[in-house]
């Protein structure tokens, strides 16, 4: 089964801290998300990577940056955090499709409270 | 832009009761996939359909992929306490190849024992 791993479940920071959140998947997939998850707004994308080194923003990607420096691990960082920025982030990851559409495969989330 | 609207939002049910739900789009599809999360989880896949009018089961779990290629149902039988979780569908974004989704914004399903 493909295992991803989010380093934390639950994080609580200070308005205007780097804060990181880190993602590790175990199937060697070259795409990886990061998403929020708010009440009656669904997962928005704030950031996906197709390949190490290789970053596209997605829906909402202000107050955030990314890193993949290696293949299975996917950084989301919040440059300095903001209480708006208080949510429940899902990492996922995904292997190329090849012509048929793959399912992504989520972490547990972390819960994340910005005071 | 796409857009994915499920309904119901939520539902109660009965345990034992039958339970369906639906996802329809603003745009073609051509995979449309189900997800559930548990509360305090990730969300985990259920079910992937990727033809036109495919009728998949997973146990109680069933899935299809309407044929207008715009609507997609799942349906759950016998539902039980376990099965408490918000349901989710997805499908392939614009131009995106094969690898970035749209997410619906979920059924929130509650079962009373």
């Known amino acids: 089964d493909v295992k991803v791993t989010q380093s934390s479940r639950y994080l609580v920071k200070r308005t205007g801290e780097k804060v990181f959140l880190e993602c590790v998947q175990d199937?060697?997939?070259?795409?990886m998300f990061w998403y929020r998850q708010d009440p009656g707004l669904g997962l928005r994308l704030i950031y996906f990577s197709y390949d190490v080194k290789m970053k596209e923003k997605g829906d909402i990607p202000e107050g955030y940056s990314v890193s993949r420096e290696k293949k299975e691990r996917f950084s989301l960082i919040l440059e300095s955090a903001s209480t708006n920025q208080t949510s429940m982030y899902l990492c996922?990851?995904?292997?190329?499709?090849?012509?048929?559409?793959?399912?992504?495969?989520f972490g547990d989330g972390t819960r994340l409270s910005i005071l | 832009g796409q857009q994915l609207n499920q309904s119901p939002q939520s539902m109660f049910i009965q345990e034992g009761e039958d339970v369906s739900m639906n996802c329809t789009s603003s745009?073609?599809?051509?995979?449309w996939l189900w997800y559930k999360q548990e509360p305090g989880e990730g969300p985990v896949l259920l079910i992937a359909l990727y033809k036109a009018g495919e009728l998949t089961s997973n146990g109680r779990l069933t899935a299809q992929f309407g044929i207008t290629r715009k609507d997609s149902f799942l349906n759950i039988s016998a539902s039980i306490p376990s099965d408490v979780g918000i349901y989710f569908c997805?499908?392939?974004?614009?131009?995106?190849?094969?690898?970035?989704?749209?997410f619906g914004t979920g059924t929130r399903l509650k079962v009373l024992a």
């Open positions: 996922a990851s995904s292997t190329p499709g090849r012509g048929l559409v793959q399912p992504q495969h």
């Open positions: 199937m060697d997939h070259e795409n």
């Open positions: 997805a499908g392939p974004r614009g131009n995106s190849g094969t690898y970035k989704y749209i």
């Open positions: 745009s073609i599809f051509n995979t």
